[in-house]
């Protein structure tokens, strides 16, 4: 299995997800590789991500690129609609001829010039986790959107956001593919990562609000309470470096990272270049290219193809 997460923000939202396959050899034993891409820039507006089965993921995705070509309604709630039914009807194709699979995706959206809509009462227990030092991020400060917010009127359930963009997350499951959709400042996480939510759980101010809007850093604390729970949990099925998306009214942005670890010690990058992710060991030059699921499947690796080298650089400074 894998994980692939997505968090709905004040402008905009994320989604990321890990990069390992699991096989089974003739003797039962499991082959790791961590090359292959579940997480997609489908328009300027909407993403995807999947977990499960990646020979029915991969020909559902290919489908729906396919016919996306020649859709006239792109925008994203014509979109929710259409993935539900078409995926419905060609997954049952596909696994009348291959047998039982099983697919998850997760649909990340704005409504570009929609501002976003938010609860009140979701900012004001965000603000008091921050106030009351619950969270396990310490700051003397509380961003201004927040500030903004809580000067709206307690009447008021739901409170507009001006100059931002409505955001959509919602999740589809074999075989029904029903739409499950999730309020702003709301999270998810699906495959066999999923109770890290309960990490995000605990991290969703400092993912939030710790500088809401920019990416990097809201980037940066997802992907990484993610991959410190699977860490943790050693959840073997879920690995390699973690691509990421921010889906905004600006569009896609392909979220990359390089840490050094410590300072001046090992350099670890994820780079996004011509349209490809790429897992790189700058000290030791060691390099895993991220492939479209359709293009692993032509390999399907016999040996483990991990990347497993920024948390053994991190182990290594630790001992």
Same mark, same amino acid.
């Given at each position: 299995m894998s994980v692939v997460a997505g968090c709905s923000l004040f402008d905009g939202v994320l989604l990321a997800a890990d990069c390992r396959a699991t096989f089974k050899r003739k003797n039962g034993d499991d082959v790791y590789s961590? %090359?292959?891409?579940?997480?997609f820039a489908l328009f300027p507006h909407t993403a995807i991500g999947f977990v499960g089965a990646i020979d029915v993921a991969s020909y559902l995705l290919k489908t729906l690129i396919t016919q996306l070509r020649n859709r006239k309604h792109t925008d994203p709630i014509s979109l929710s609609n259409w993935f539900s039914r078409l995926f419905q009807y060609e997954f049952k194709k596909y696994t009348t001829q291959y047998g039982d699979r099983t697919v998850h995706f997760m649909v990340a959206s704005v409504l570009k010039g929609r501002p976003n809509v938010v609860e009140r009462k979701a900012v004001v227990d965000l603000v008091k986790y921050i106030g009351f030092d619950k969270s396990p991020i310490k700051r003397n400060f509380m961003p201004s959107i927040l500030i903004e917010i809580l000067k709206t009127s307690n009447r008021f359930k739901l409170v507009k956001i001006p100059g931002t963009s409505q955001g959509m997350l919602y999740v589809l499951a074999s075989p029904a593919f029903k739409i499950i959709p999730y309020n702003p400042l709301q999270f998810a996480a699906i495959g066999?990562? $999923?109770? &890290?939510?309960? $990490? #995000? =759980?605990?991290? !969703? @101010? =400092?993912?939030? =609000?710790? $500088?809401?809007?920019?990416?990097?850093v809201e980037g940066s604390q997802f992907r990484q309470v993610i991959q410190n729970f699977i860490q943790e949990k050693g959840i073997e099925s879920v690995g390699g470096l973690y691509p990421a998306v921010k889906v905004s009214g600006n569009g896609i942005e392909h979220l990359a990272i390089s840490q050094t670890i410590p300072a001046g010690g090992t350099r670890i990058e994820l780079a996004f270049q011509s349209g490809r992710w790429l897992q790189r060991n700058v000290t030791t030059g060691k390099e895993i290219p991220i492939l479209m699921p359709w293009e692993f499947l032509k390999i399907q690796? &016999? #040996? %483990? %193809?991990?990347? @497993? @080298?920024?948390? $053994?650089?991190?182990? !290594?400074?630790?001992?």
């Open positions: 961590d %090359n292959v891409l579940k997480v066999s990562g $999923e109770s &890290s939510v309960q $990490e #995000i =759980a605990r991290y !969703h @101010d =400092a993912i939030l =609000a710790l $500088e809401p809007g920019n990416s990097f690796p &016999s #040996i %483990n %193809n991990k990347f @497993d @080298d920024l948390i $053994e650089a991190f182990k !290594h400074f630790r001992d």
